[in-house]
């Protein structure tokens, strides 16, 4: 995203997302499942589990099916063999696009997926297409007026790659996936509250879409949002919001 158009799509995304919370449980359950199956069901020794339970407090998932997913996760209950899978593709005017989903029918998810990209301008692409479009990282963005130099300070101690103040005031921490956990802490540790924290796939280019062709664009991007298969979309687009 462009440094002055950042916080605009981060809030209008953020926007989004709350009007959707109430209908996420499948999409956070699955989530917790994954991260349980794949680092265990300690949240302590798990940073990926850790994020996925912050979601579904956000989401006021109740505890008995956070629990359960868990369970399933570890193997101590029975349930659904999911799997995740990524497919990349392109949006409206060219706007690359991943989408991250976890499935028990890959050929279900896949015809899903392919639907919404072909039905609002966009198109599925192979393996490799676009992913070099992207970097997978820690990243923190935090509001215009939050202290710089305390941001730089602990995240920097704690081990983050970059520390980058945008055109609109708002402040951006990027750090490695493995890296993330610490970095959290520390941020926490020091009083700061990020608006957004998440291990994410982050755009190393940029595709600006206004009028018409952005909000085609937010069309598509809401239409894979809605598949219940898809967890996450990361997009190169920056839509004039």
Not at 83 to 97: F, I, K, M, Q, S
Not at 128 to 141: D, L, N, P, R, T
Not at 150 to 174: F, P
Not at 178 to 184: N, Y
């Amino acid at each position: 995203m462009a440094g002055h158009s950042k916080w605009a799509n981060i809030q209008h995304r953020k926007g989004r997302q709350d009007a959707k919370r109430a209908t996420a449980w499948t999409k956070v359950i699955r989530e917790v499942q994954i991260a349980a199956r794949d680092g265990g069901g300690d949240p302590s020794m798990n940073a990926r589990l850790r994020l996925a339970l912050d979601k579904a407090r956000l989401a006021n998932v109740p505890k008995d099916k956070v629990q359960g997913a868990i369970a399933r996760g570890t193997g101590t209950a029975e349930g659904q063999n999911l799997e995740e899978v990524r497919y990349e593709g392109y949006g409206v005017g060219g706007a690359a696009l991943m989408i991250d989903c976890v499935t028990d029918n890959r050929t279900r998810t896949v015809a899903e997926v392919r639907h919404a990209l072909s039905k609002n301008g966009g198109n599925l692409g192979t393996d490799g297409s676009v992913a070099f479009q992207f970097k997978h990282c820690g990243q923190f963005i935090f509001a215009p007026g939050a202290s710089e130099d305390k941001i730089m300070e602990a995240a920097l101690e704690a081990g983050a790659d970059d520390v980058q103040s945008n055109e609109d005031g708002s402040i951006e921490v990027i750090c490695a996936p493995g890296d993330f956990s610490a970095v959290s802490d520390a941020l926490t540790k020091a009083g700061l509250k990020p608006e957004v924290a998440e291990v994410t796939m982050k755009a190393l280019a940029e595709t600006p879409l206004a009028g018409a062709e952005g909000e085609k664009m937010q069309k598509l991007l809401d239409a894979l949002d809605d598949l219940d298969d898809v967890q996450a979309v990361y997009t190169t687009a920056v839509i004039d919001a």
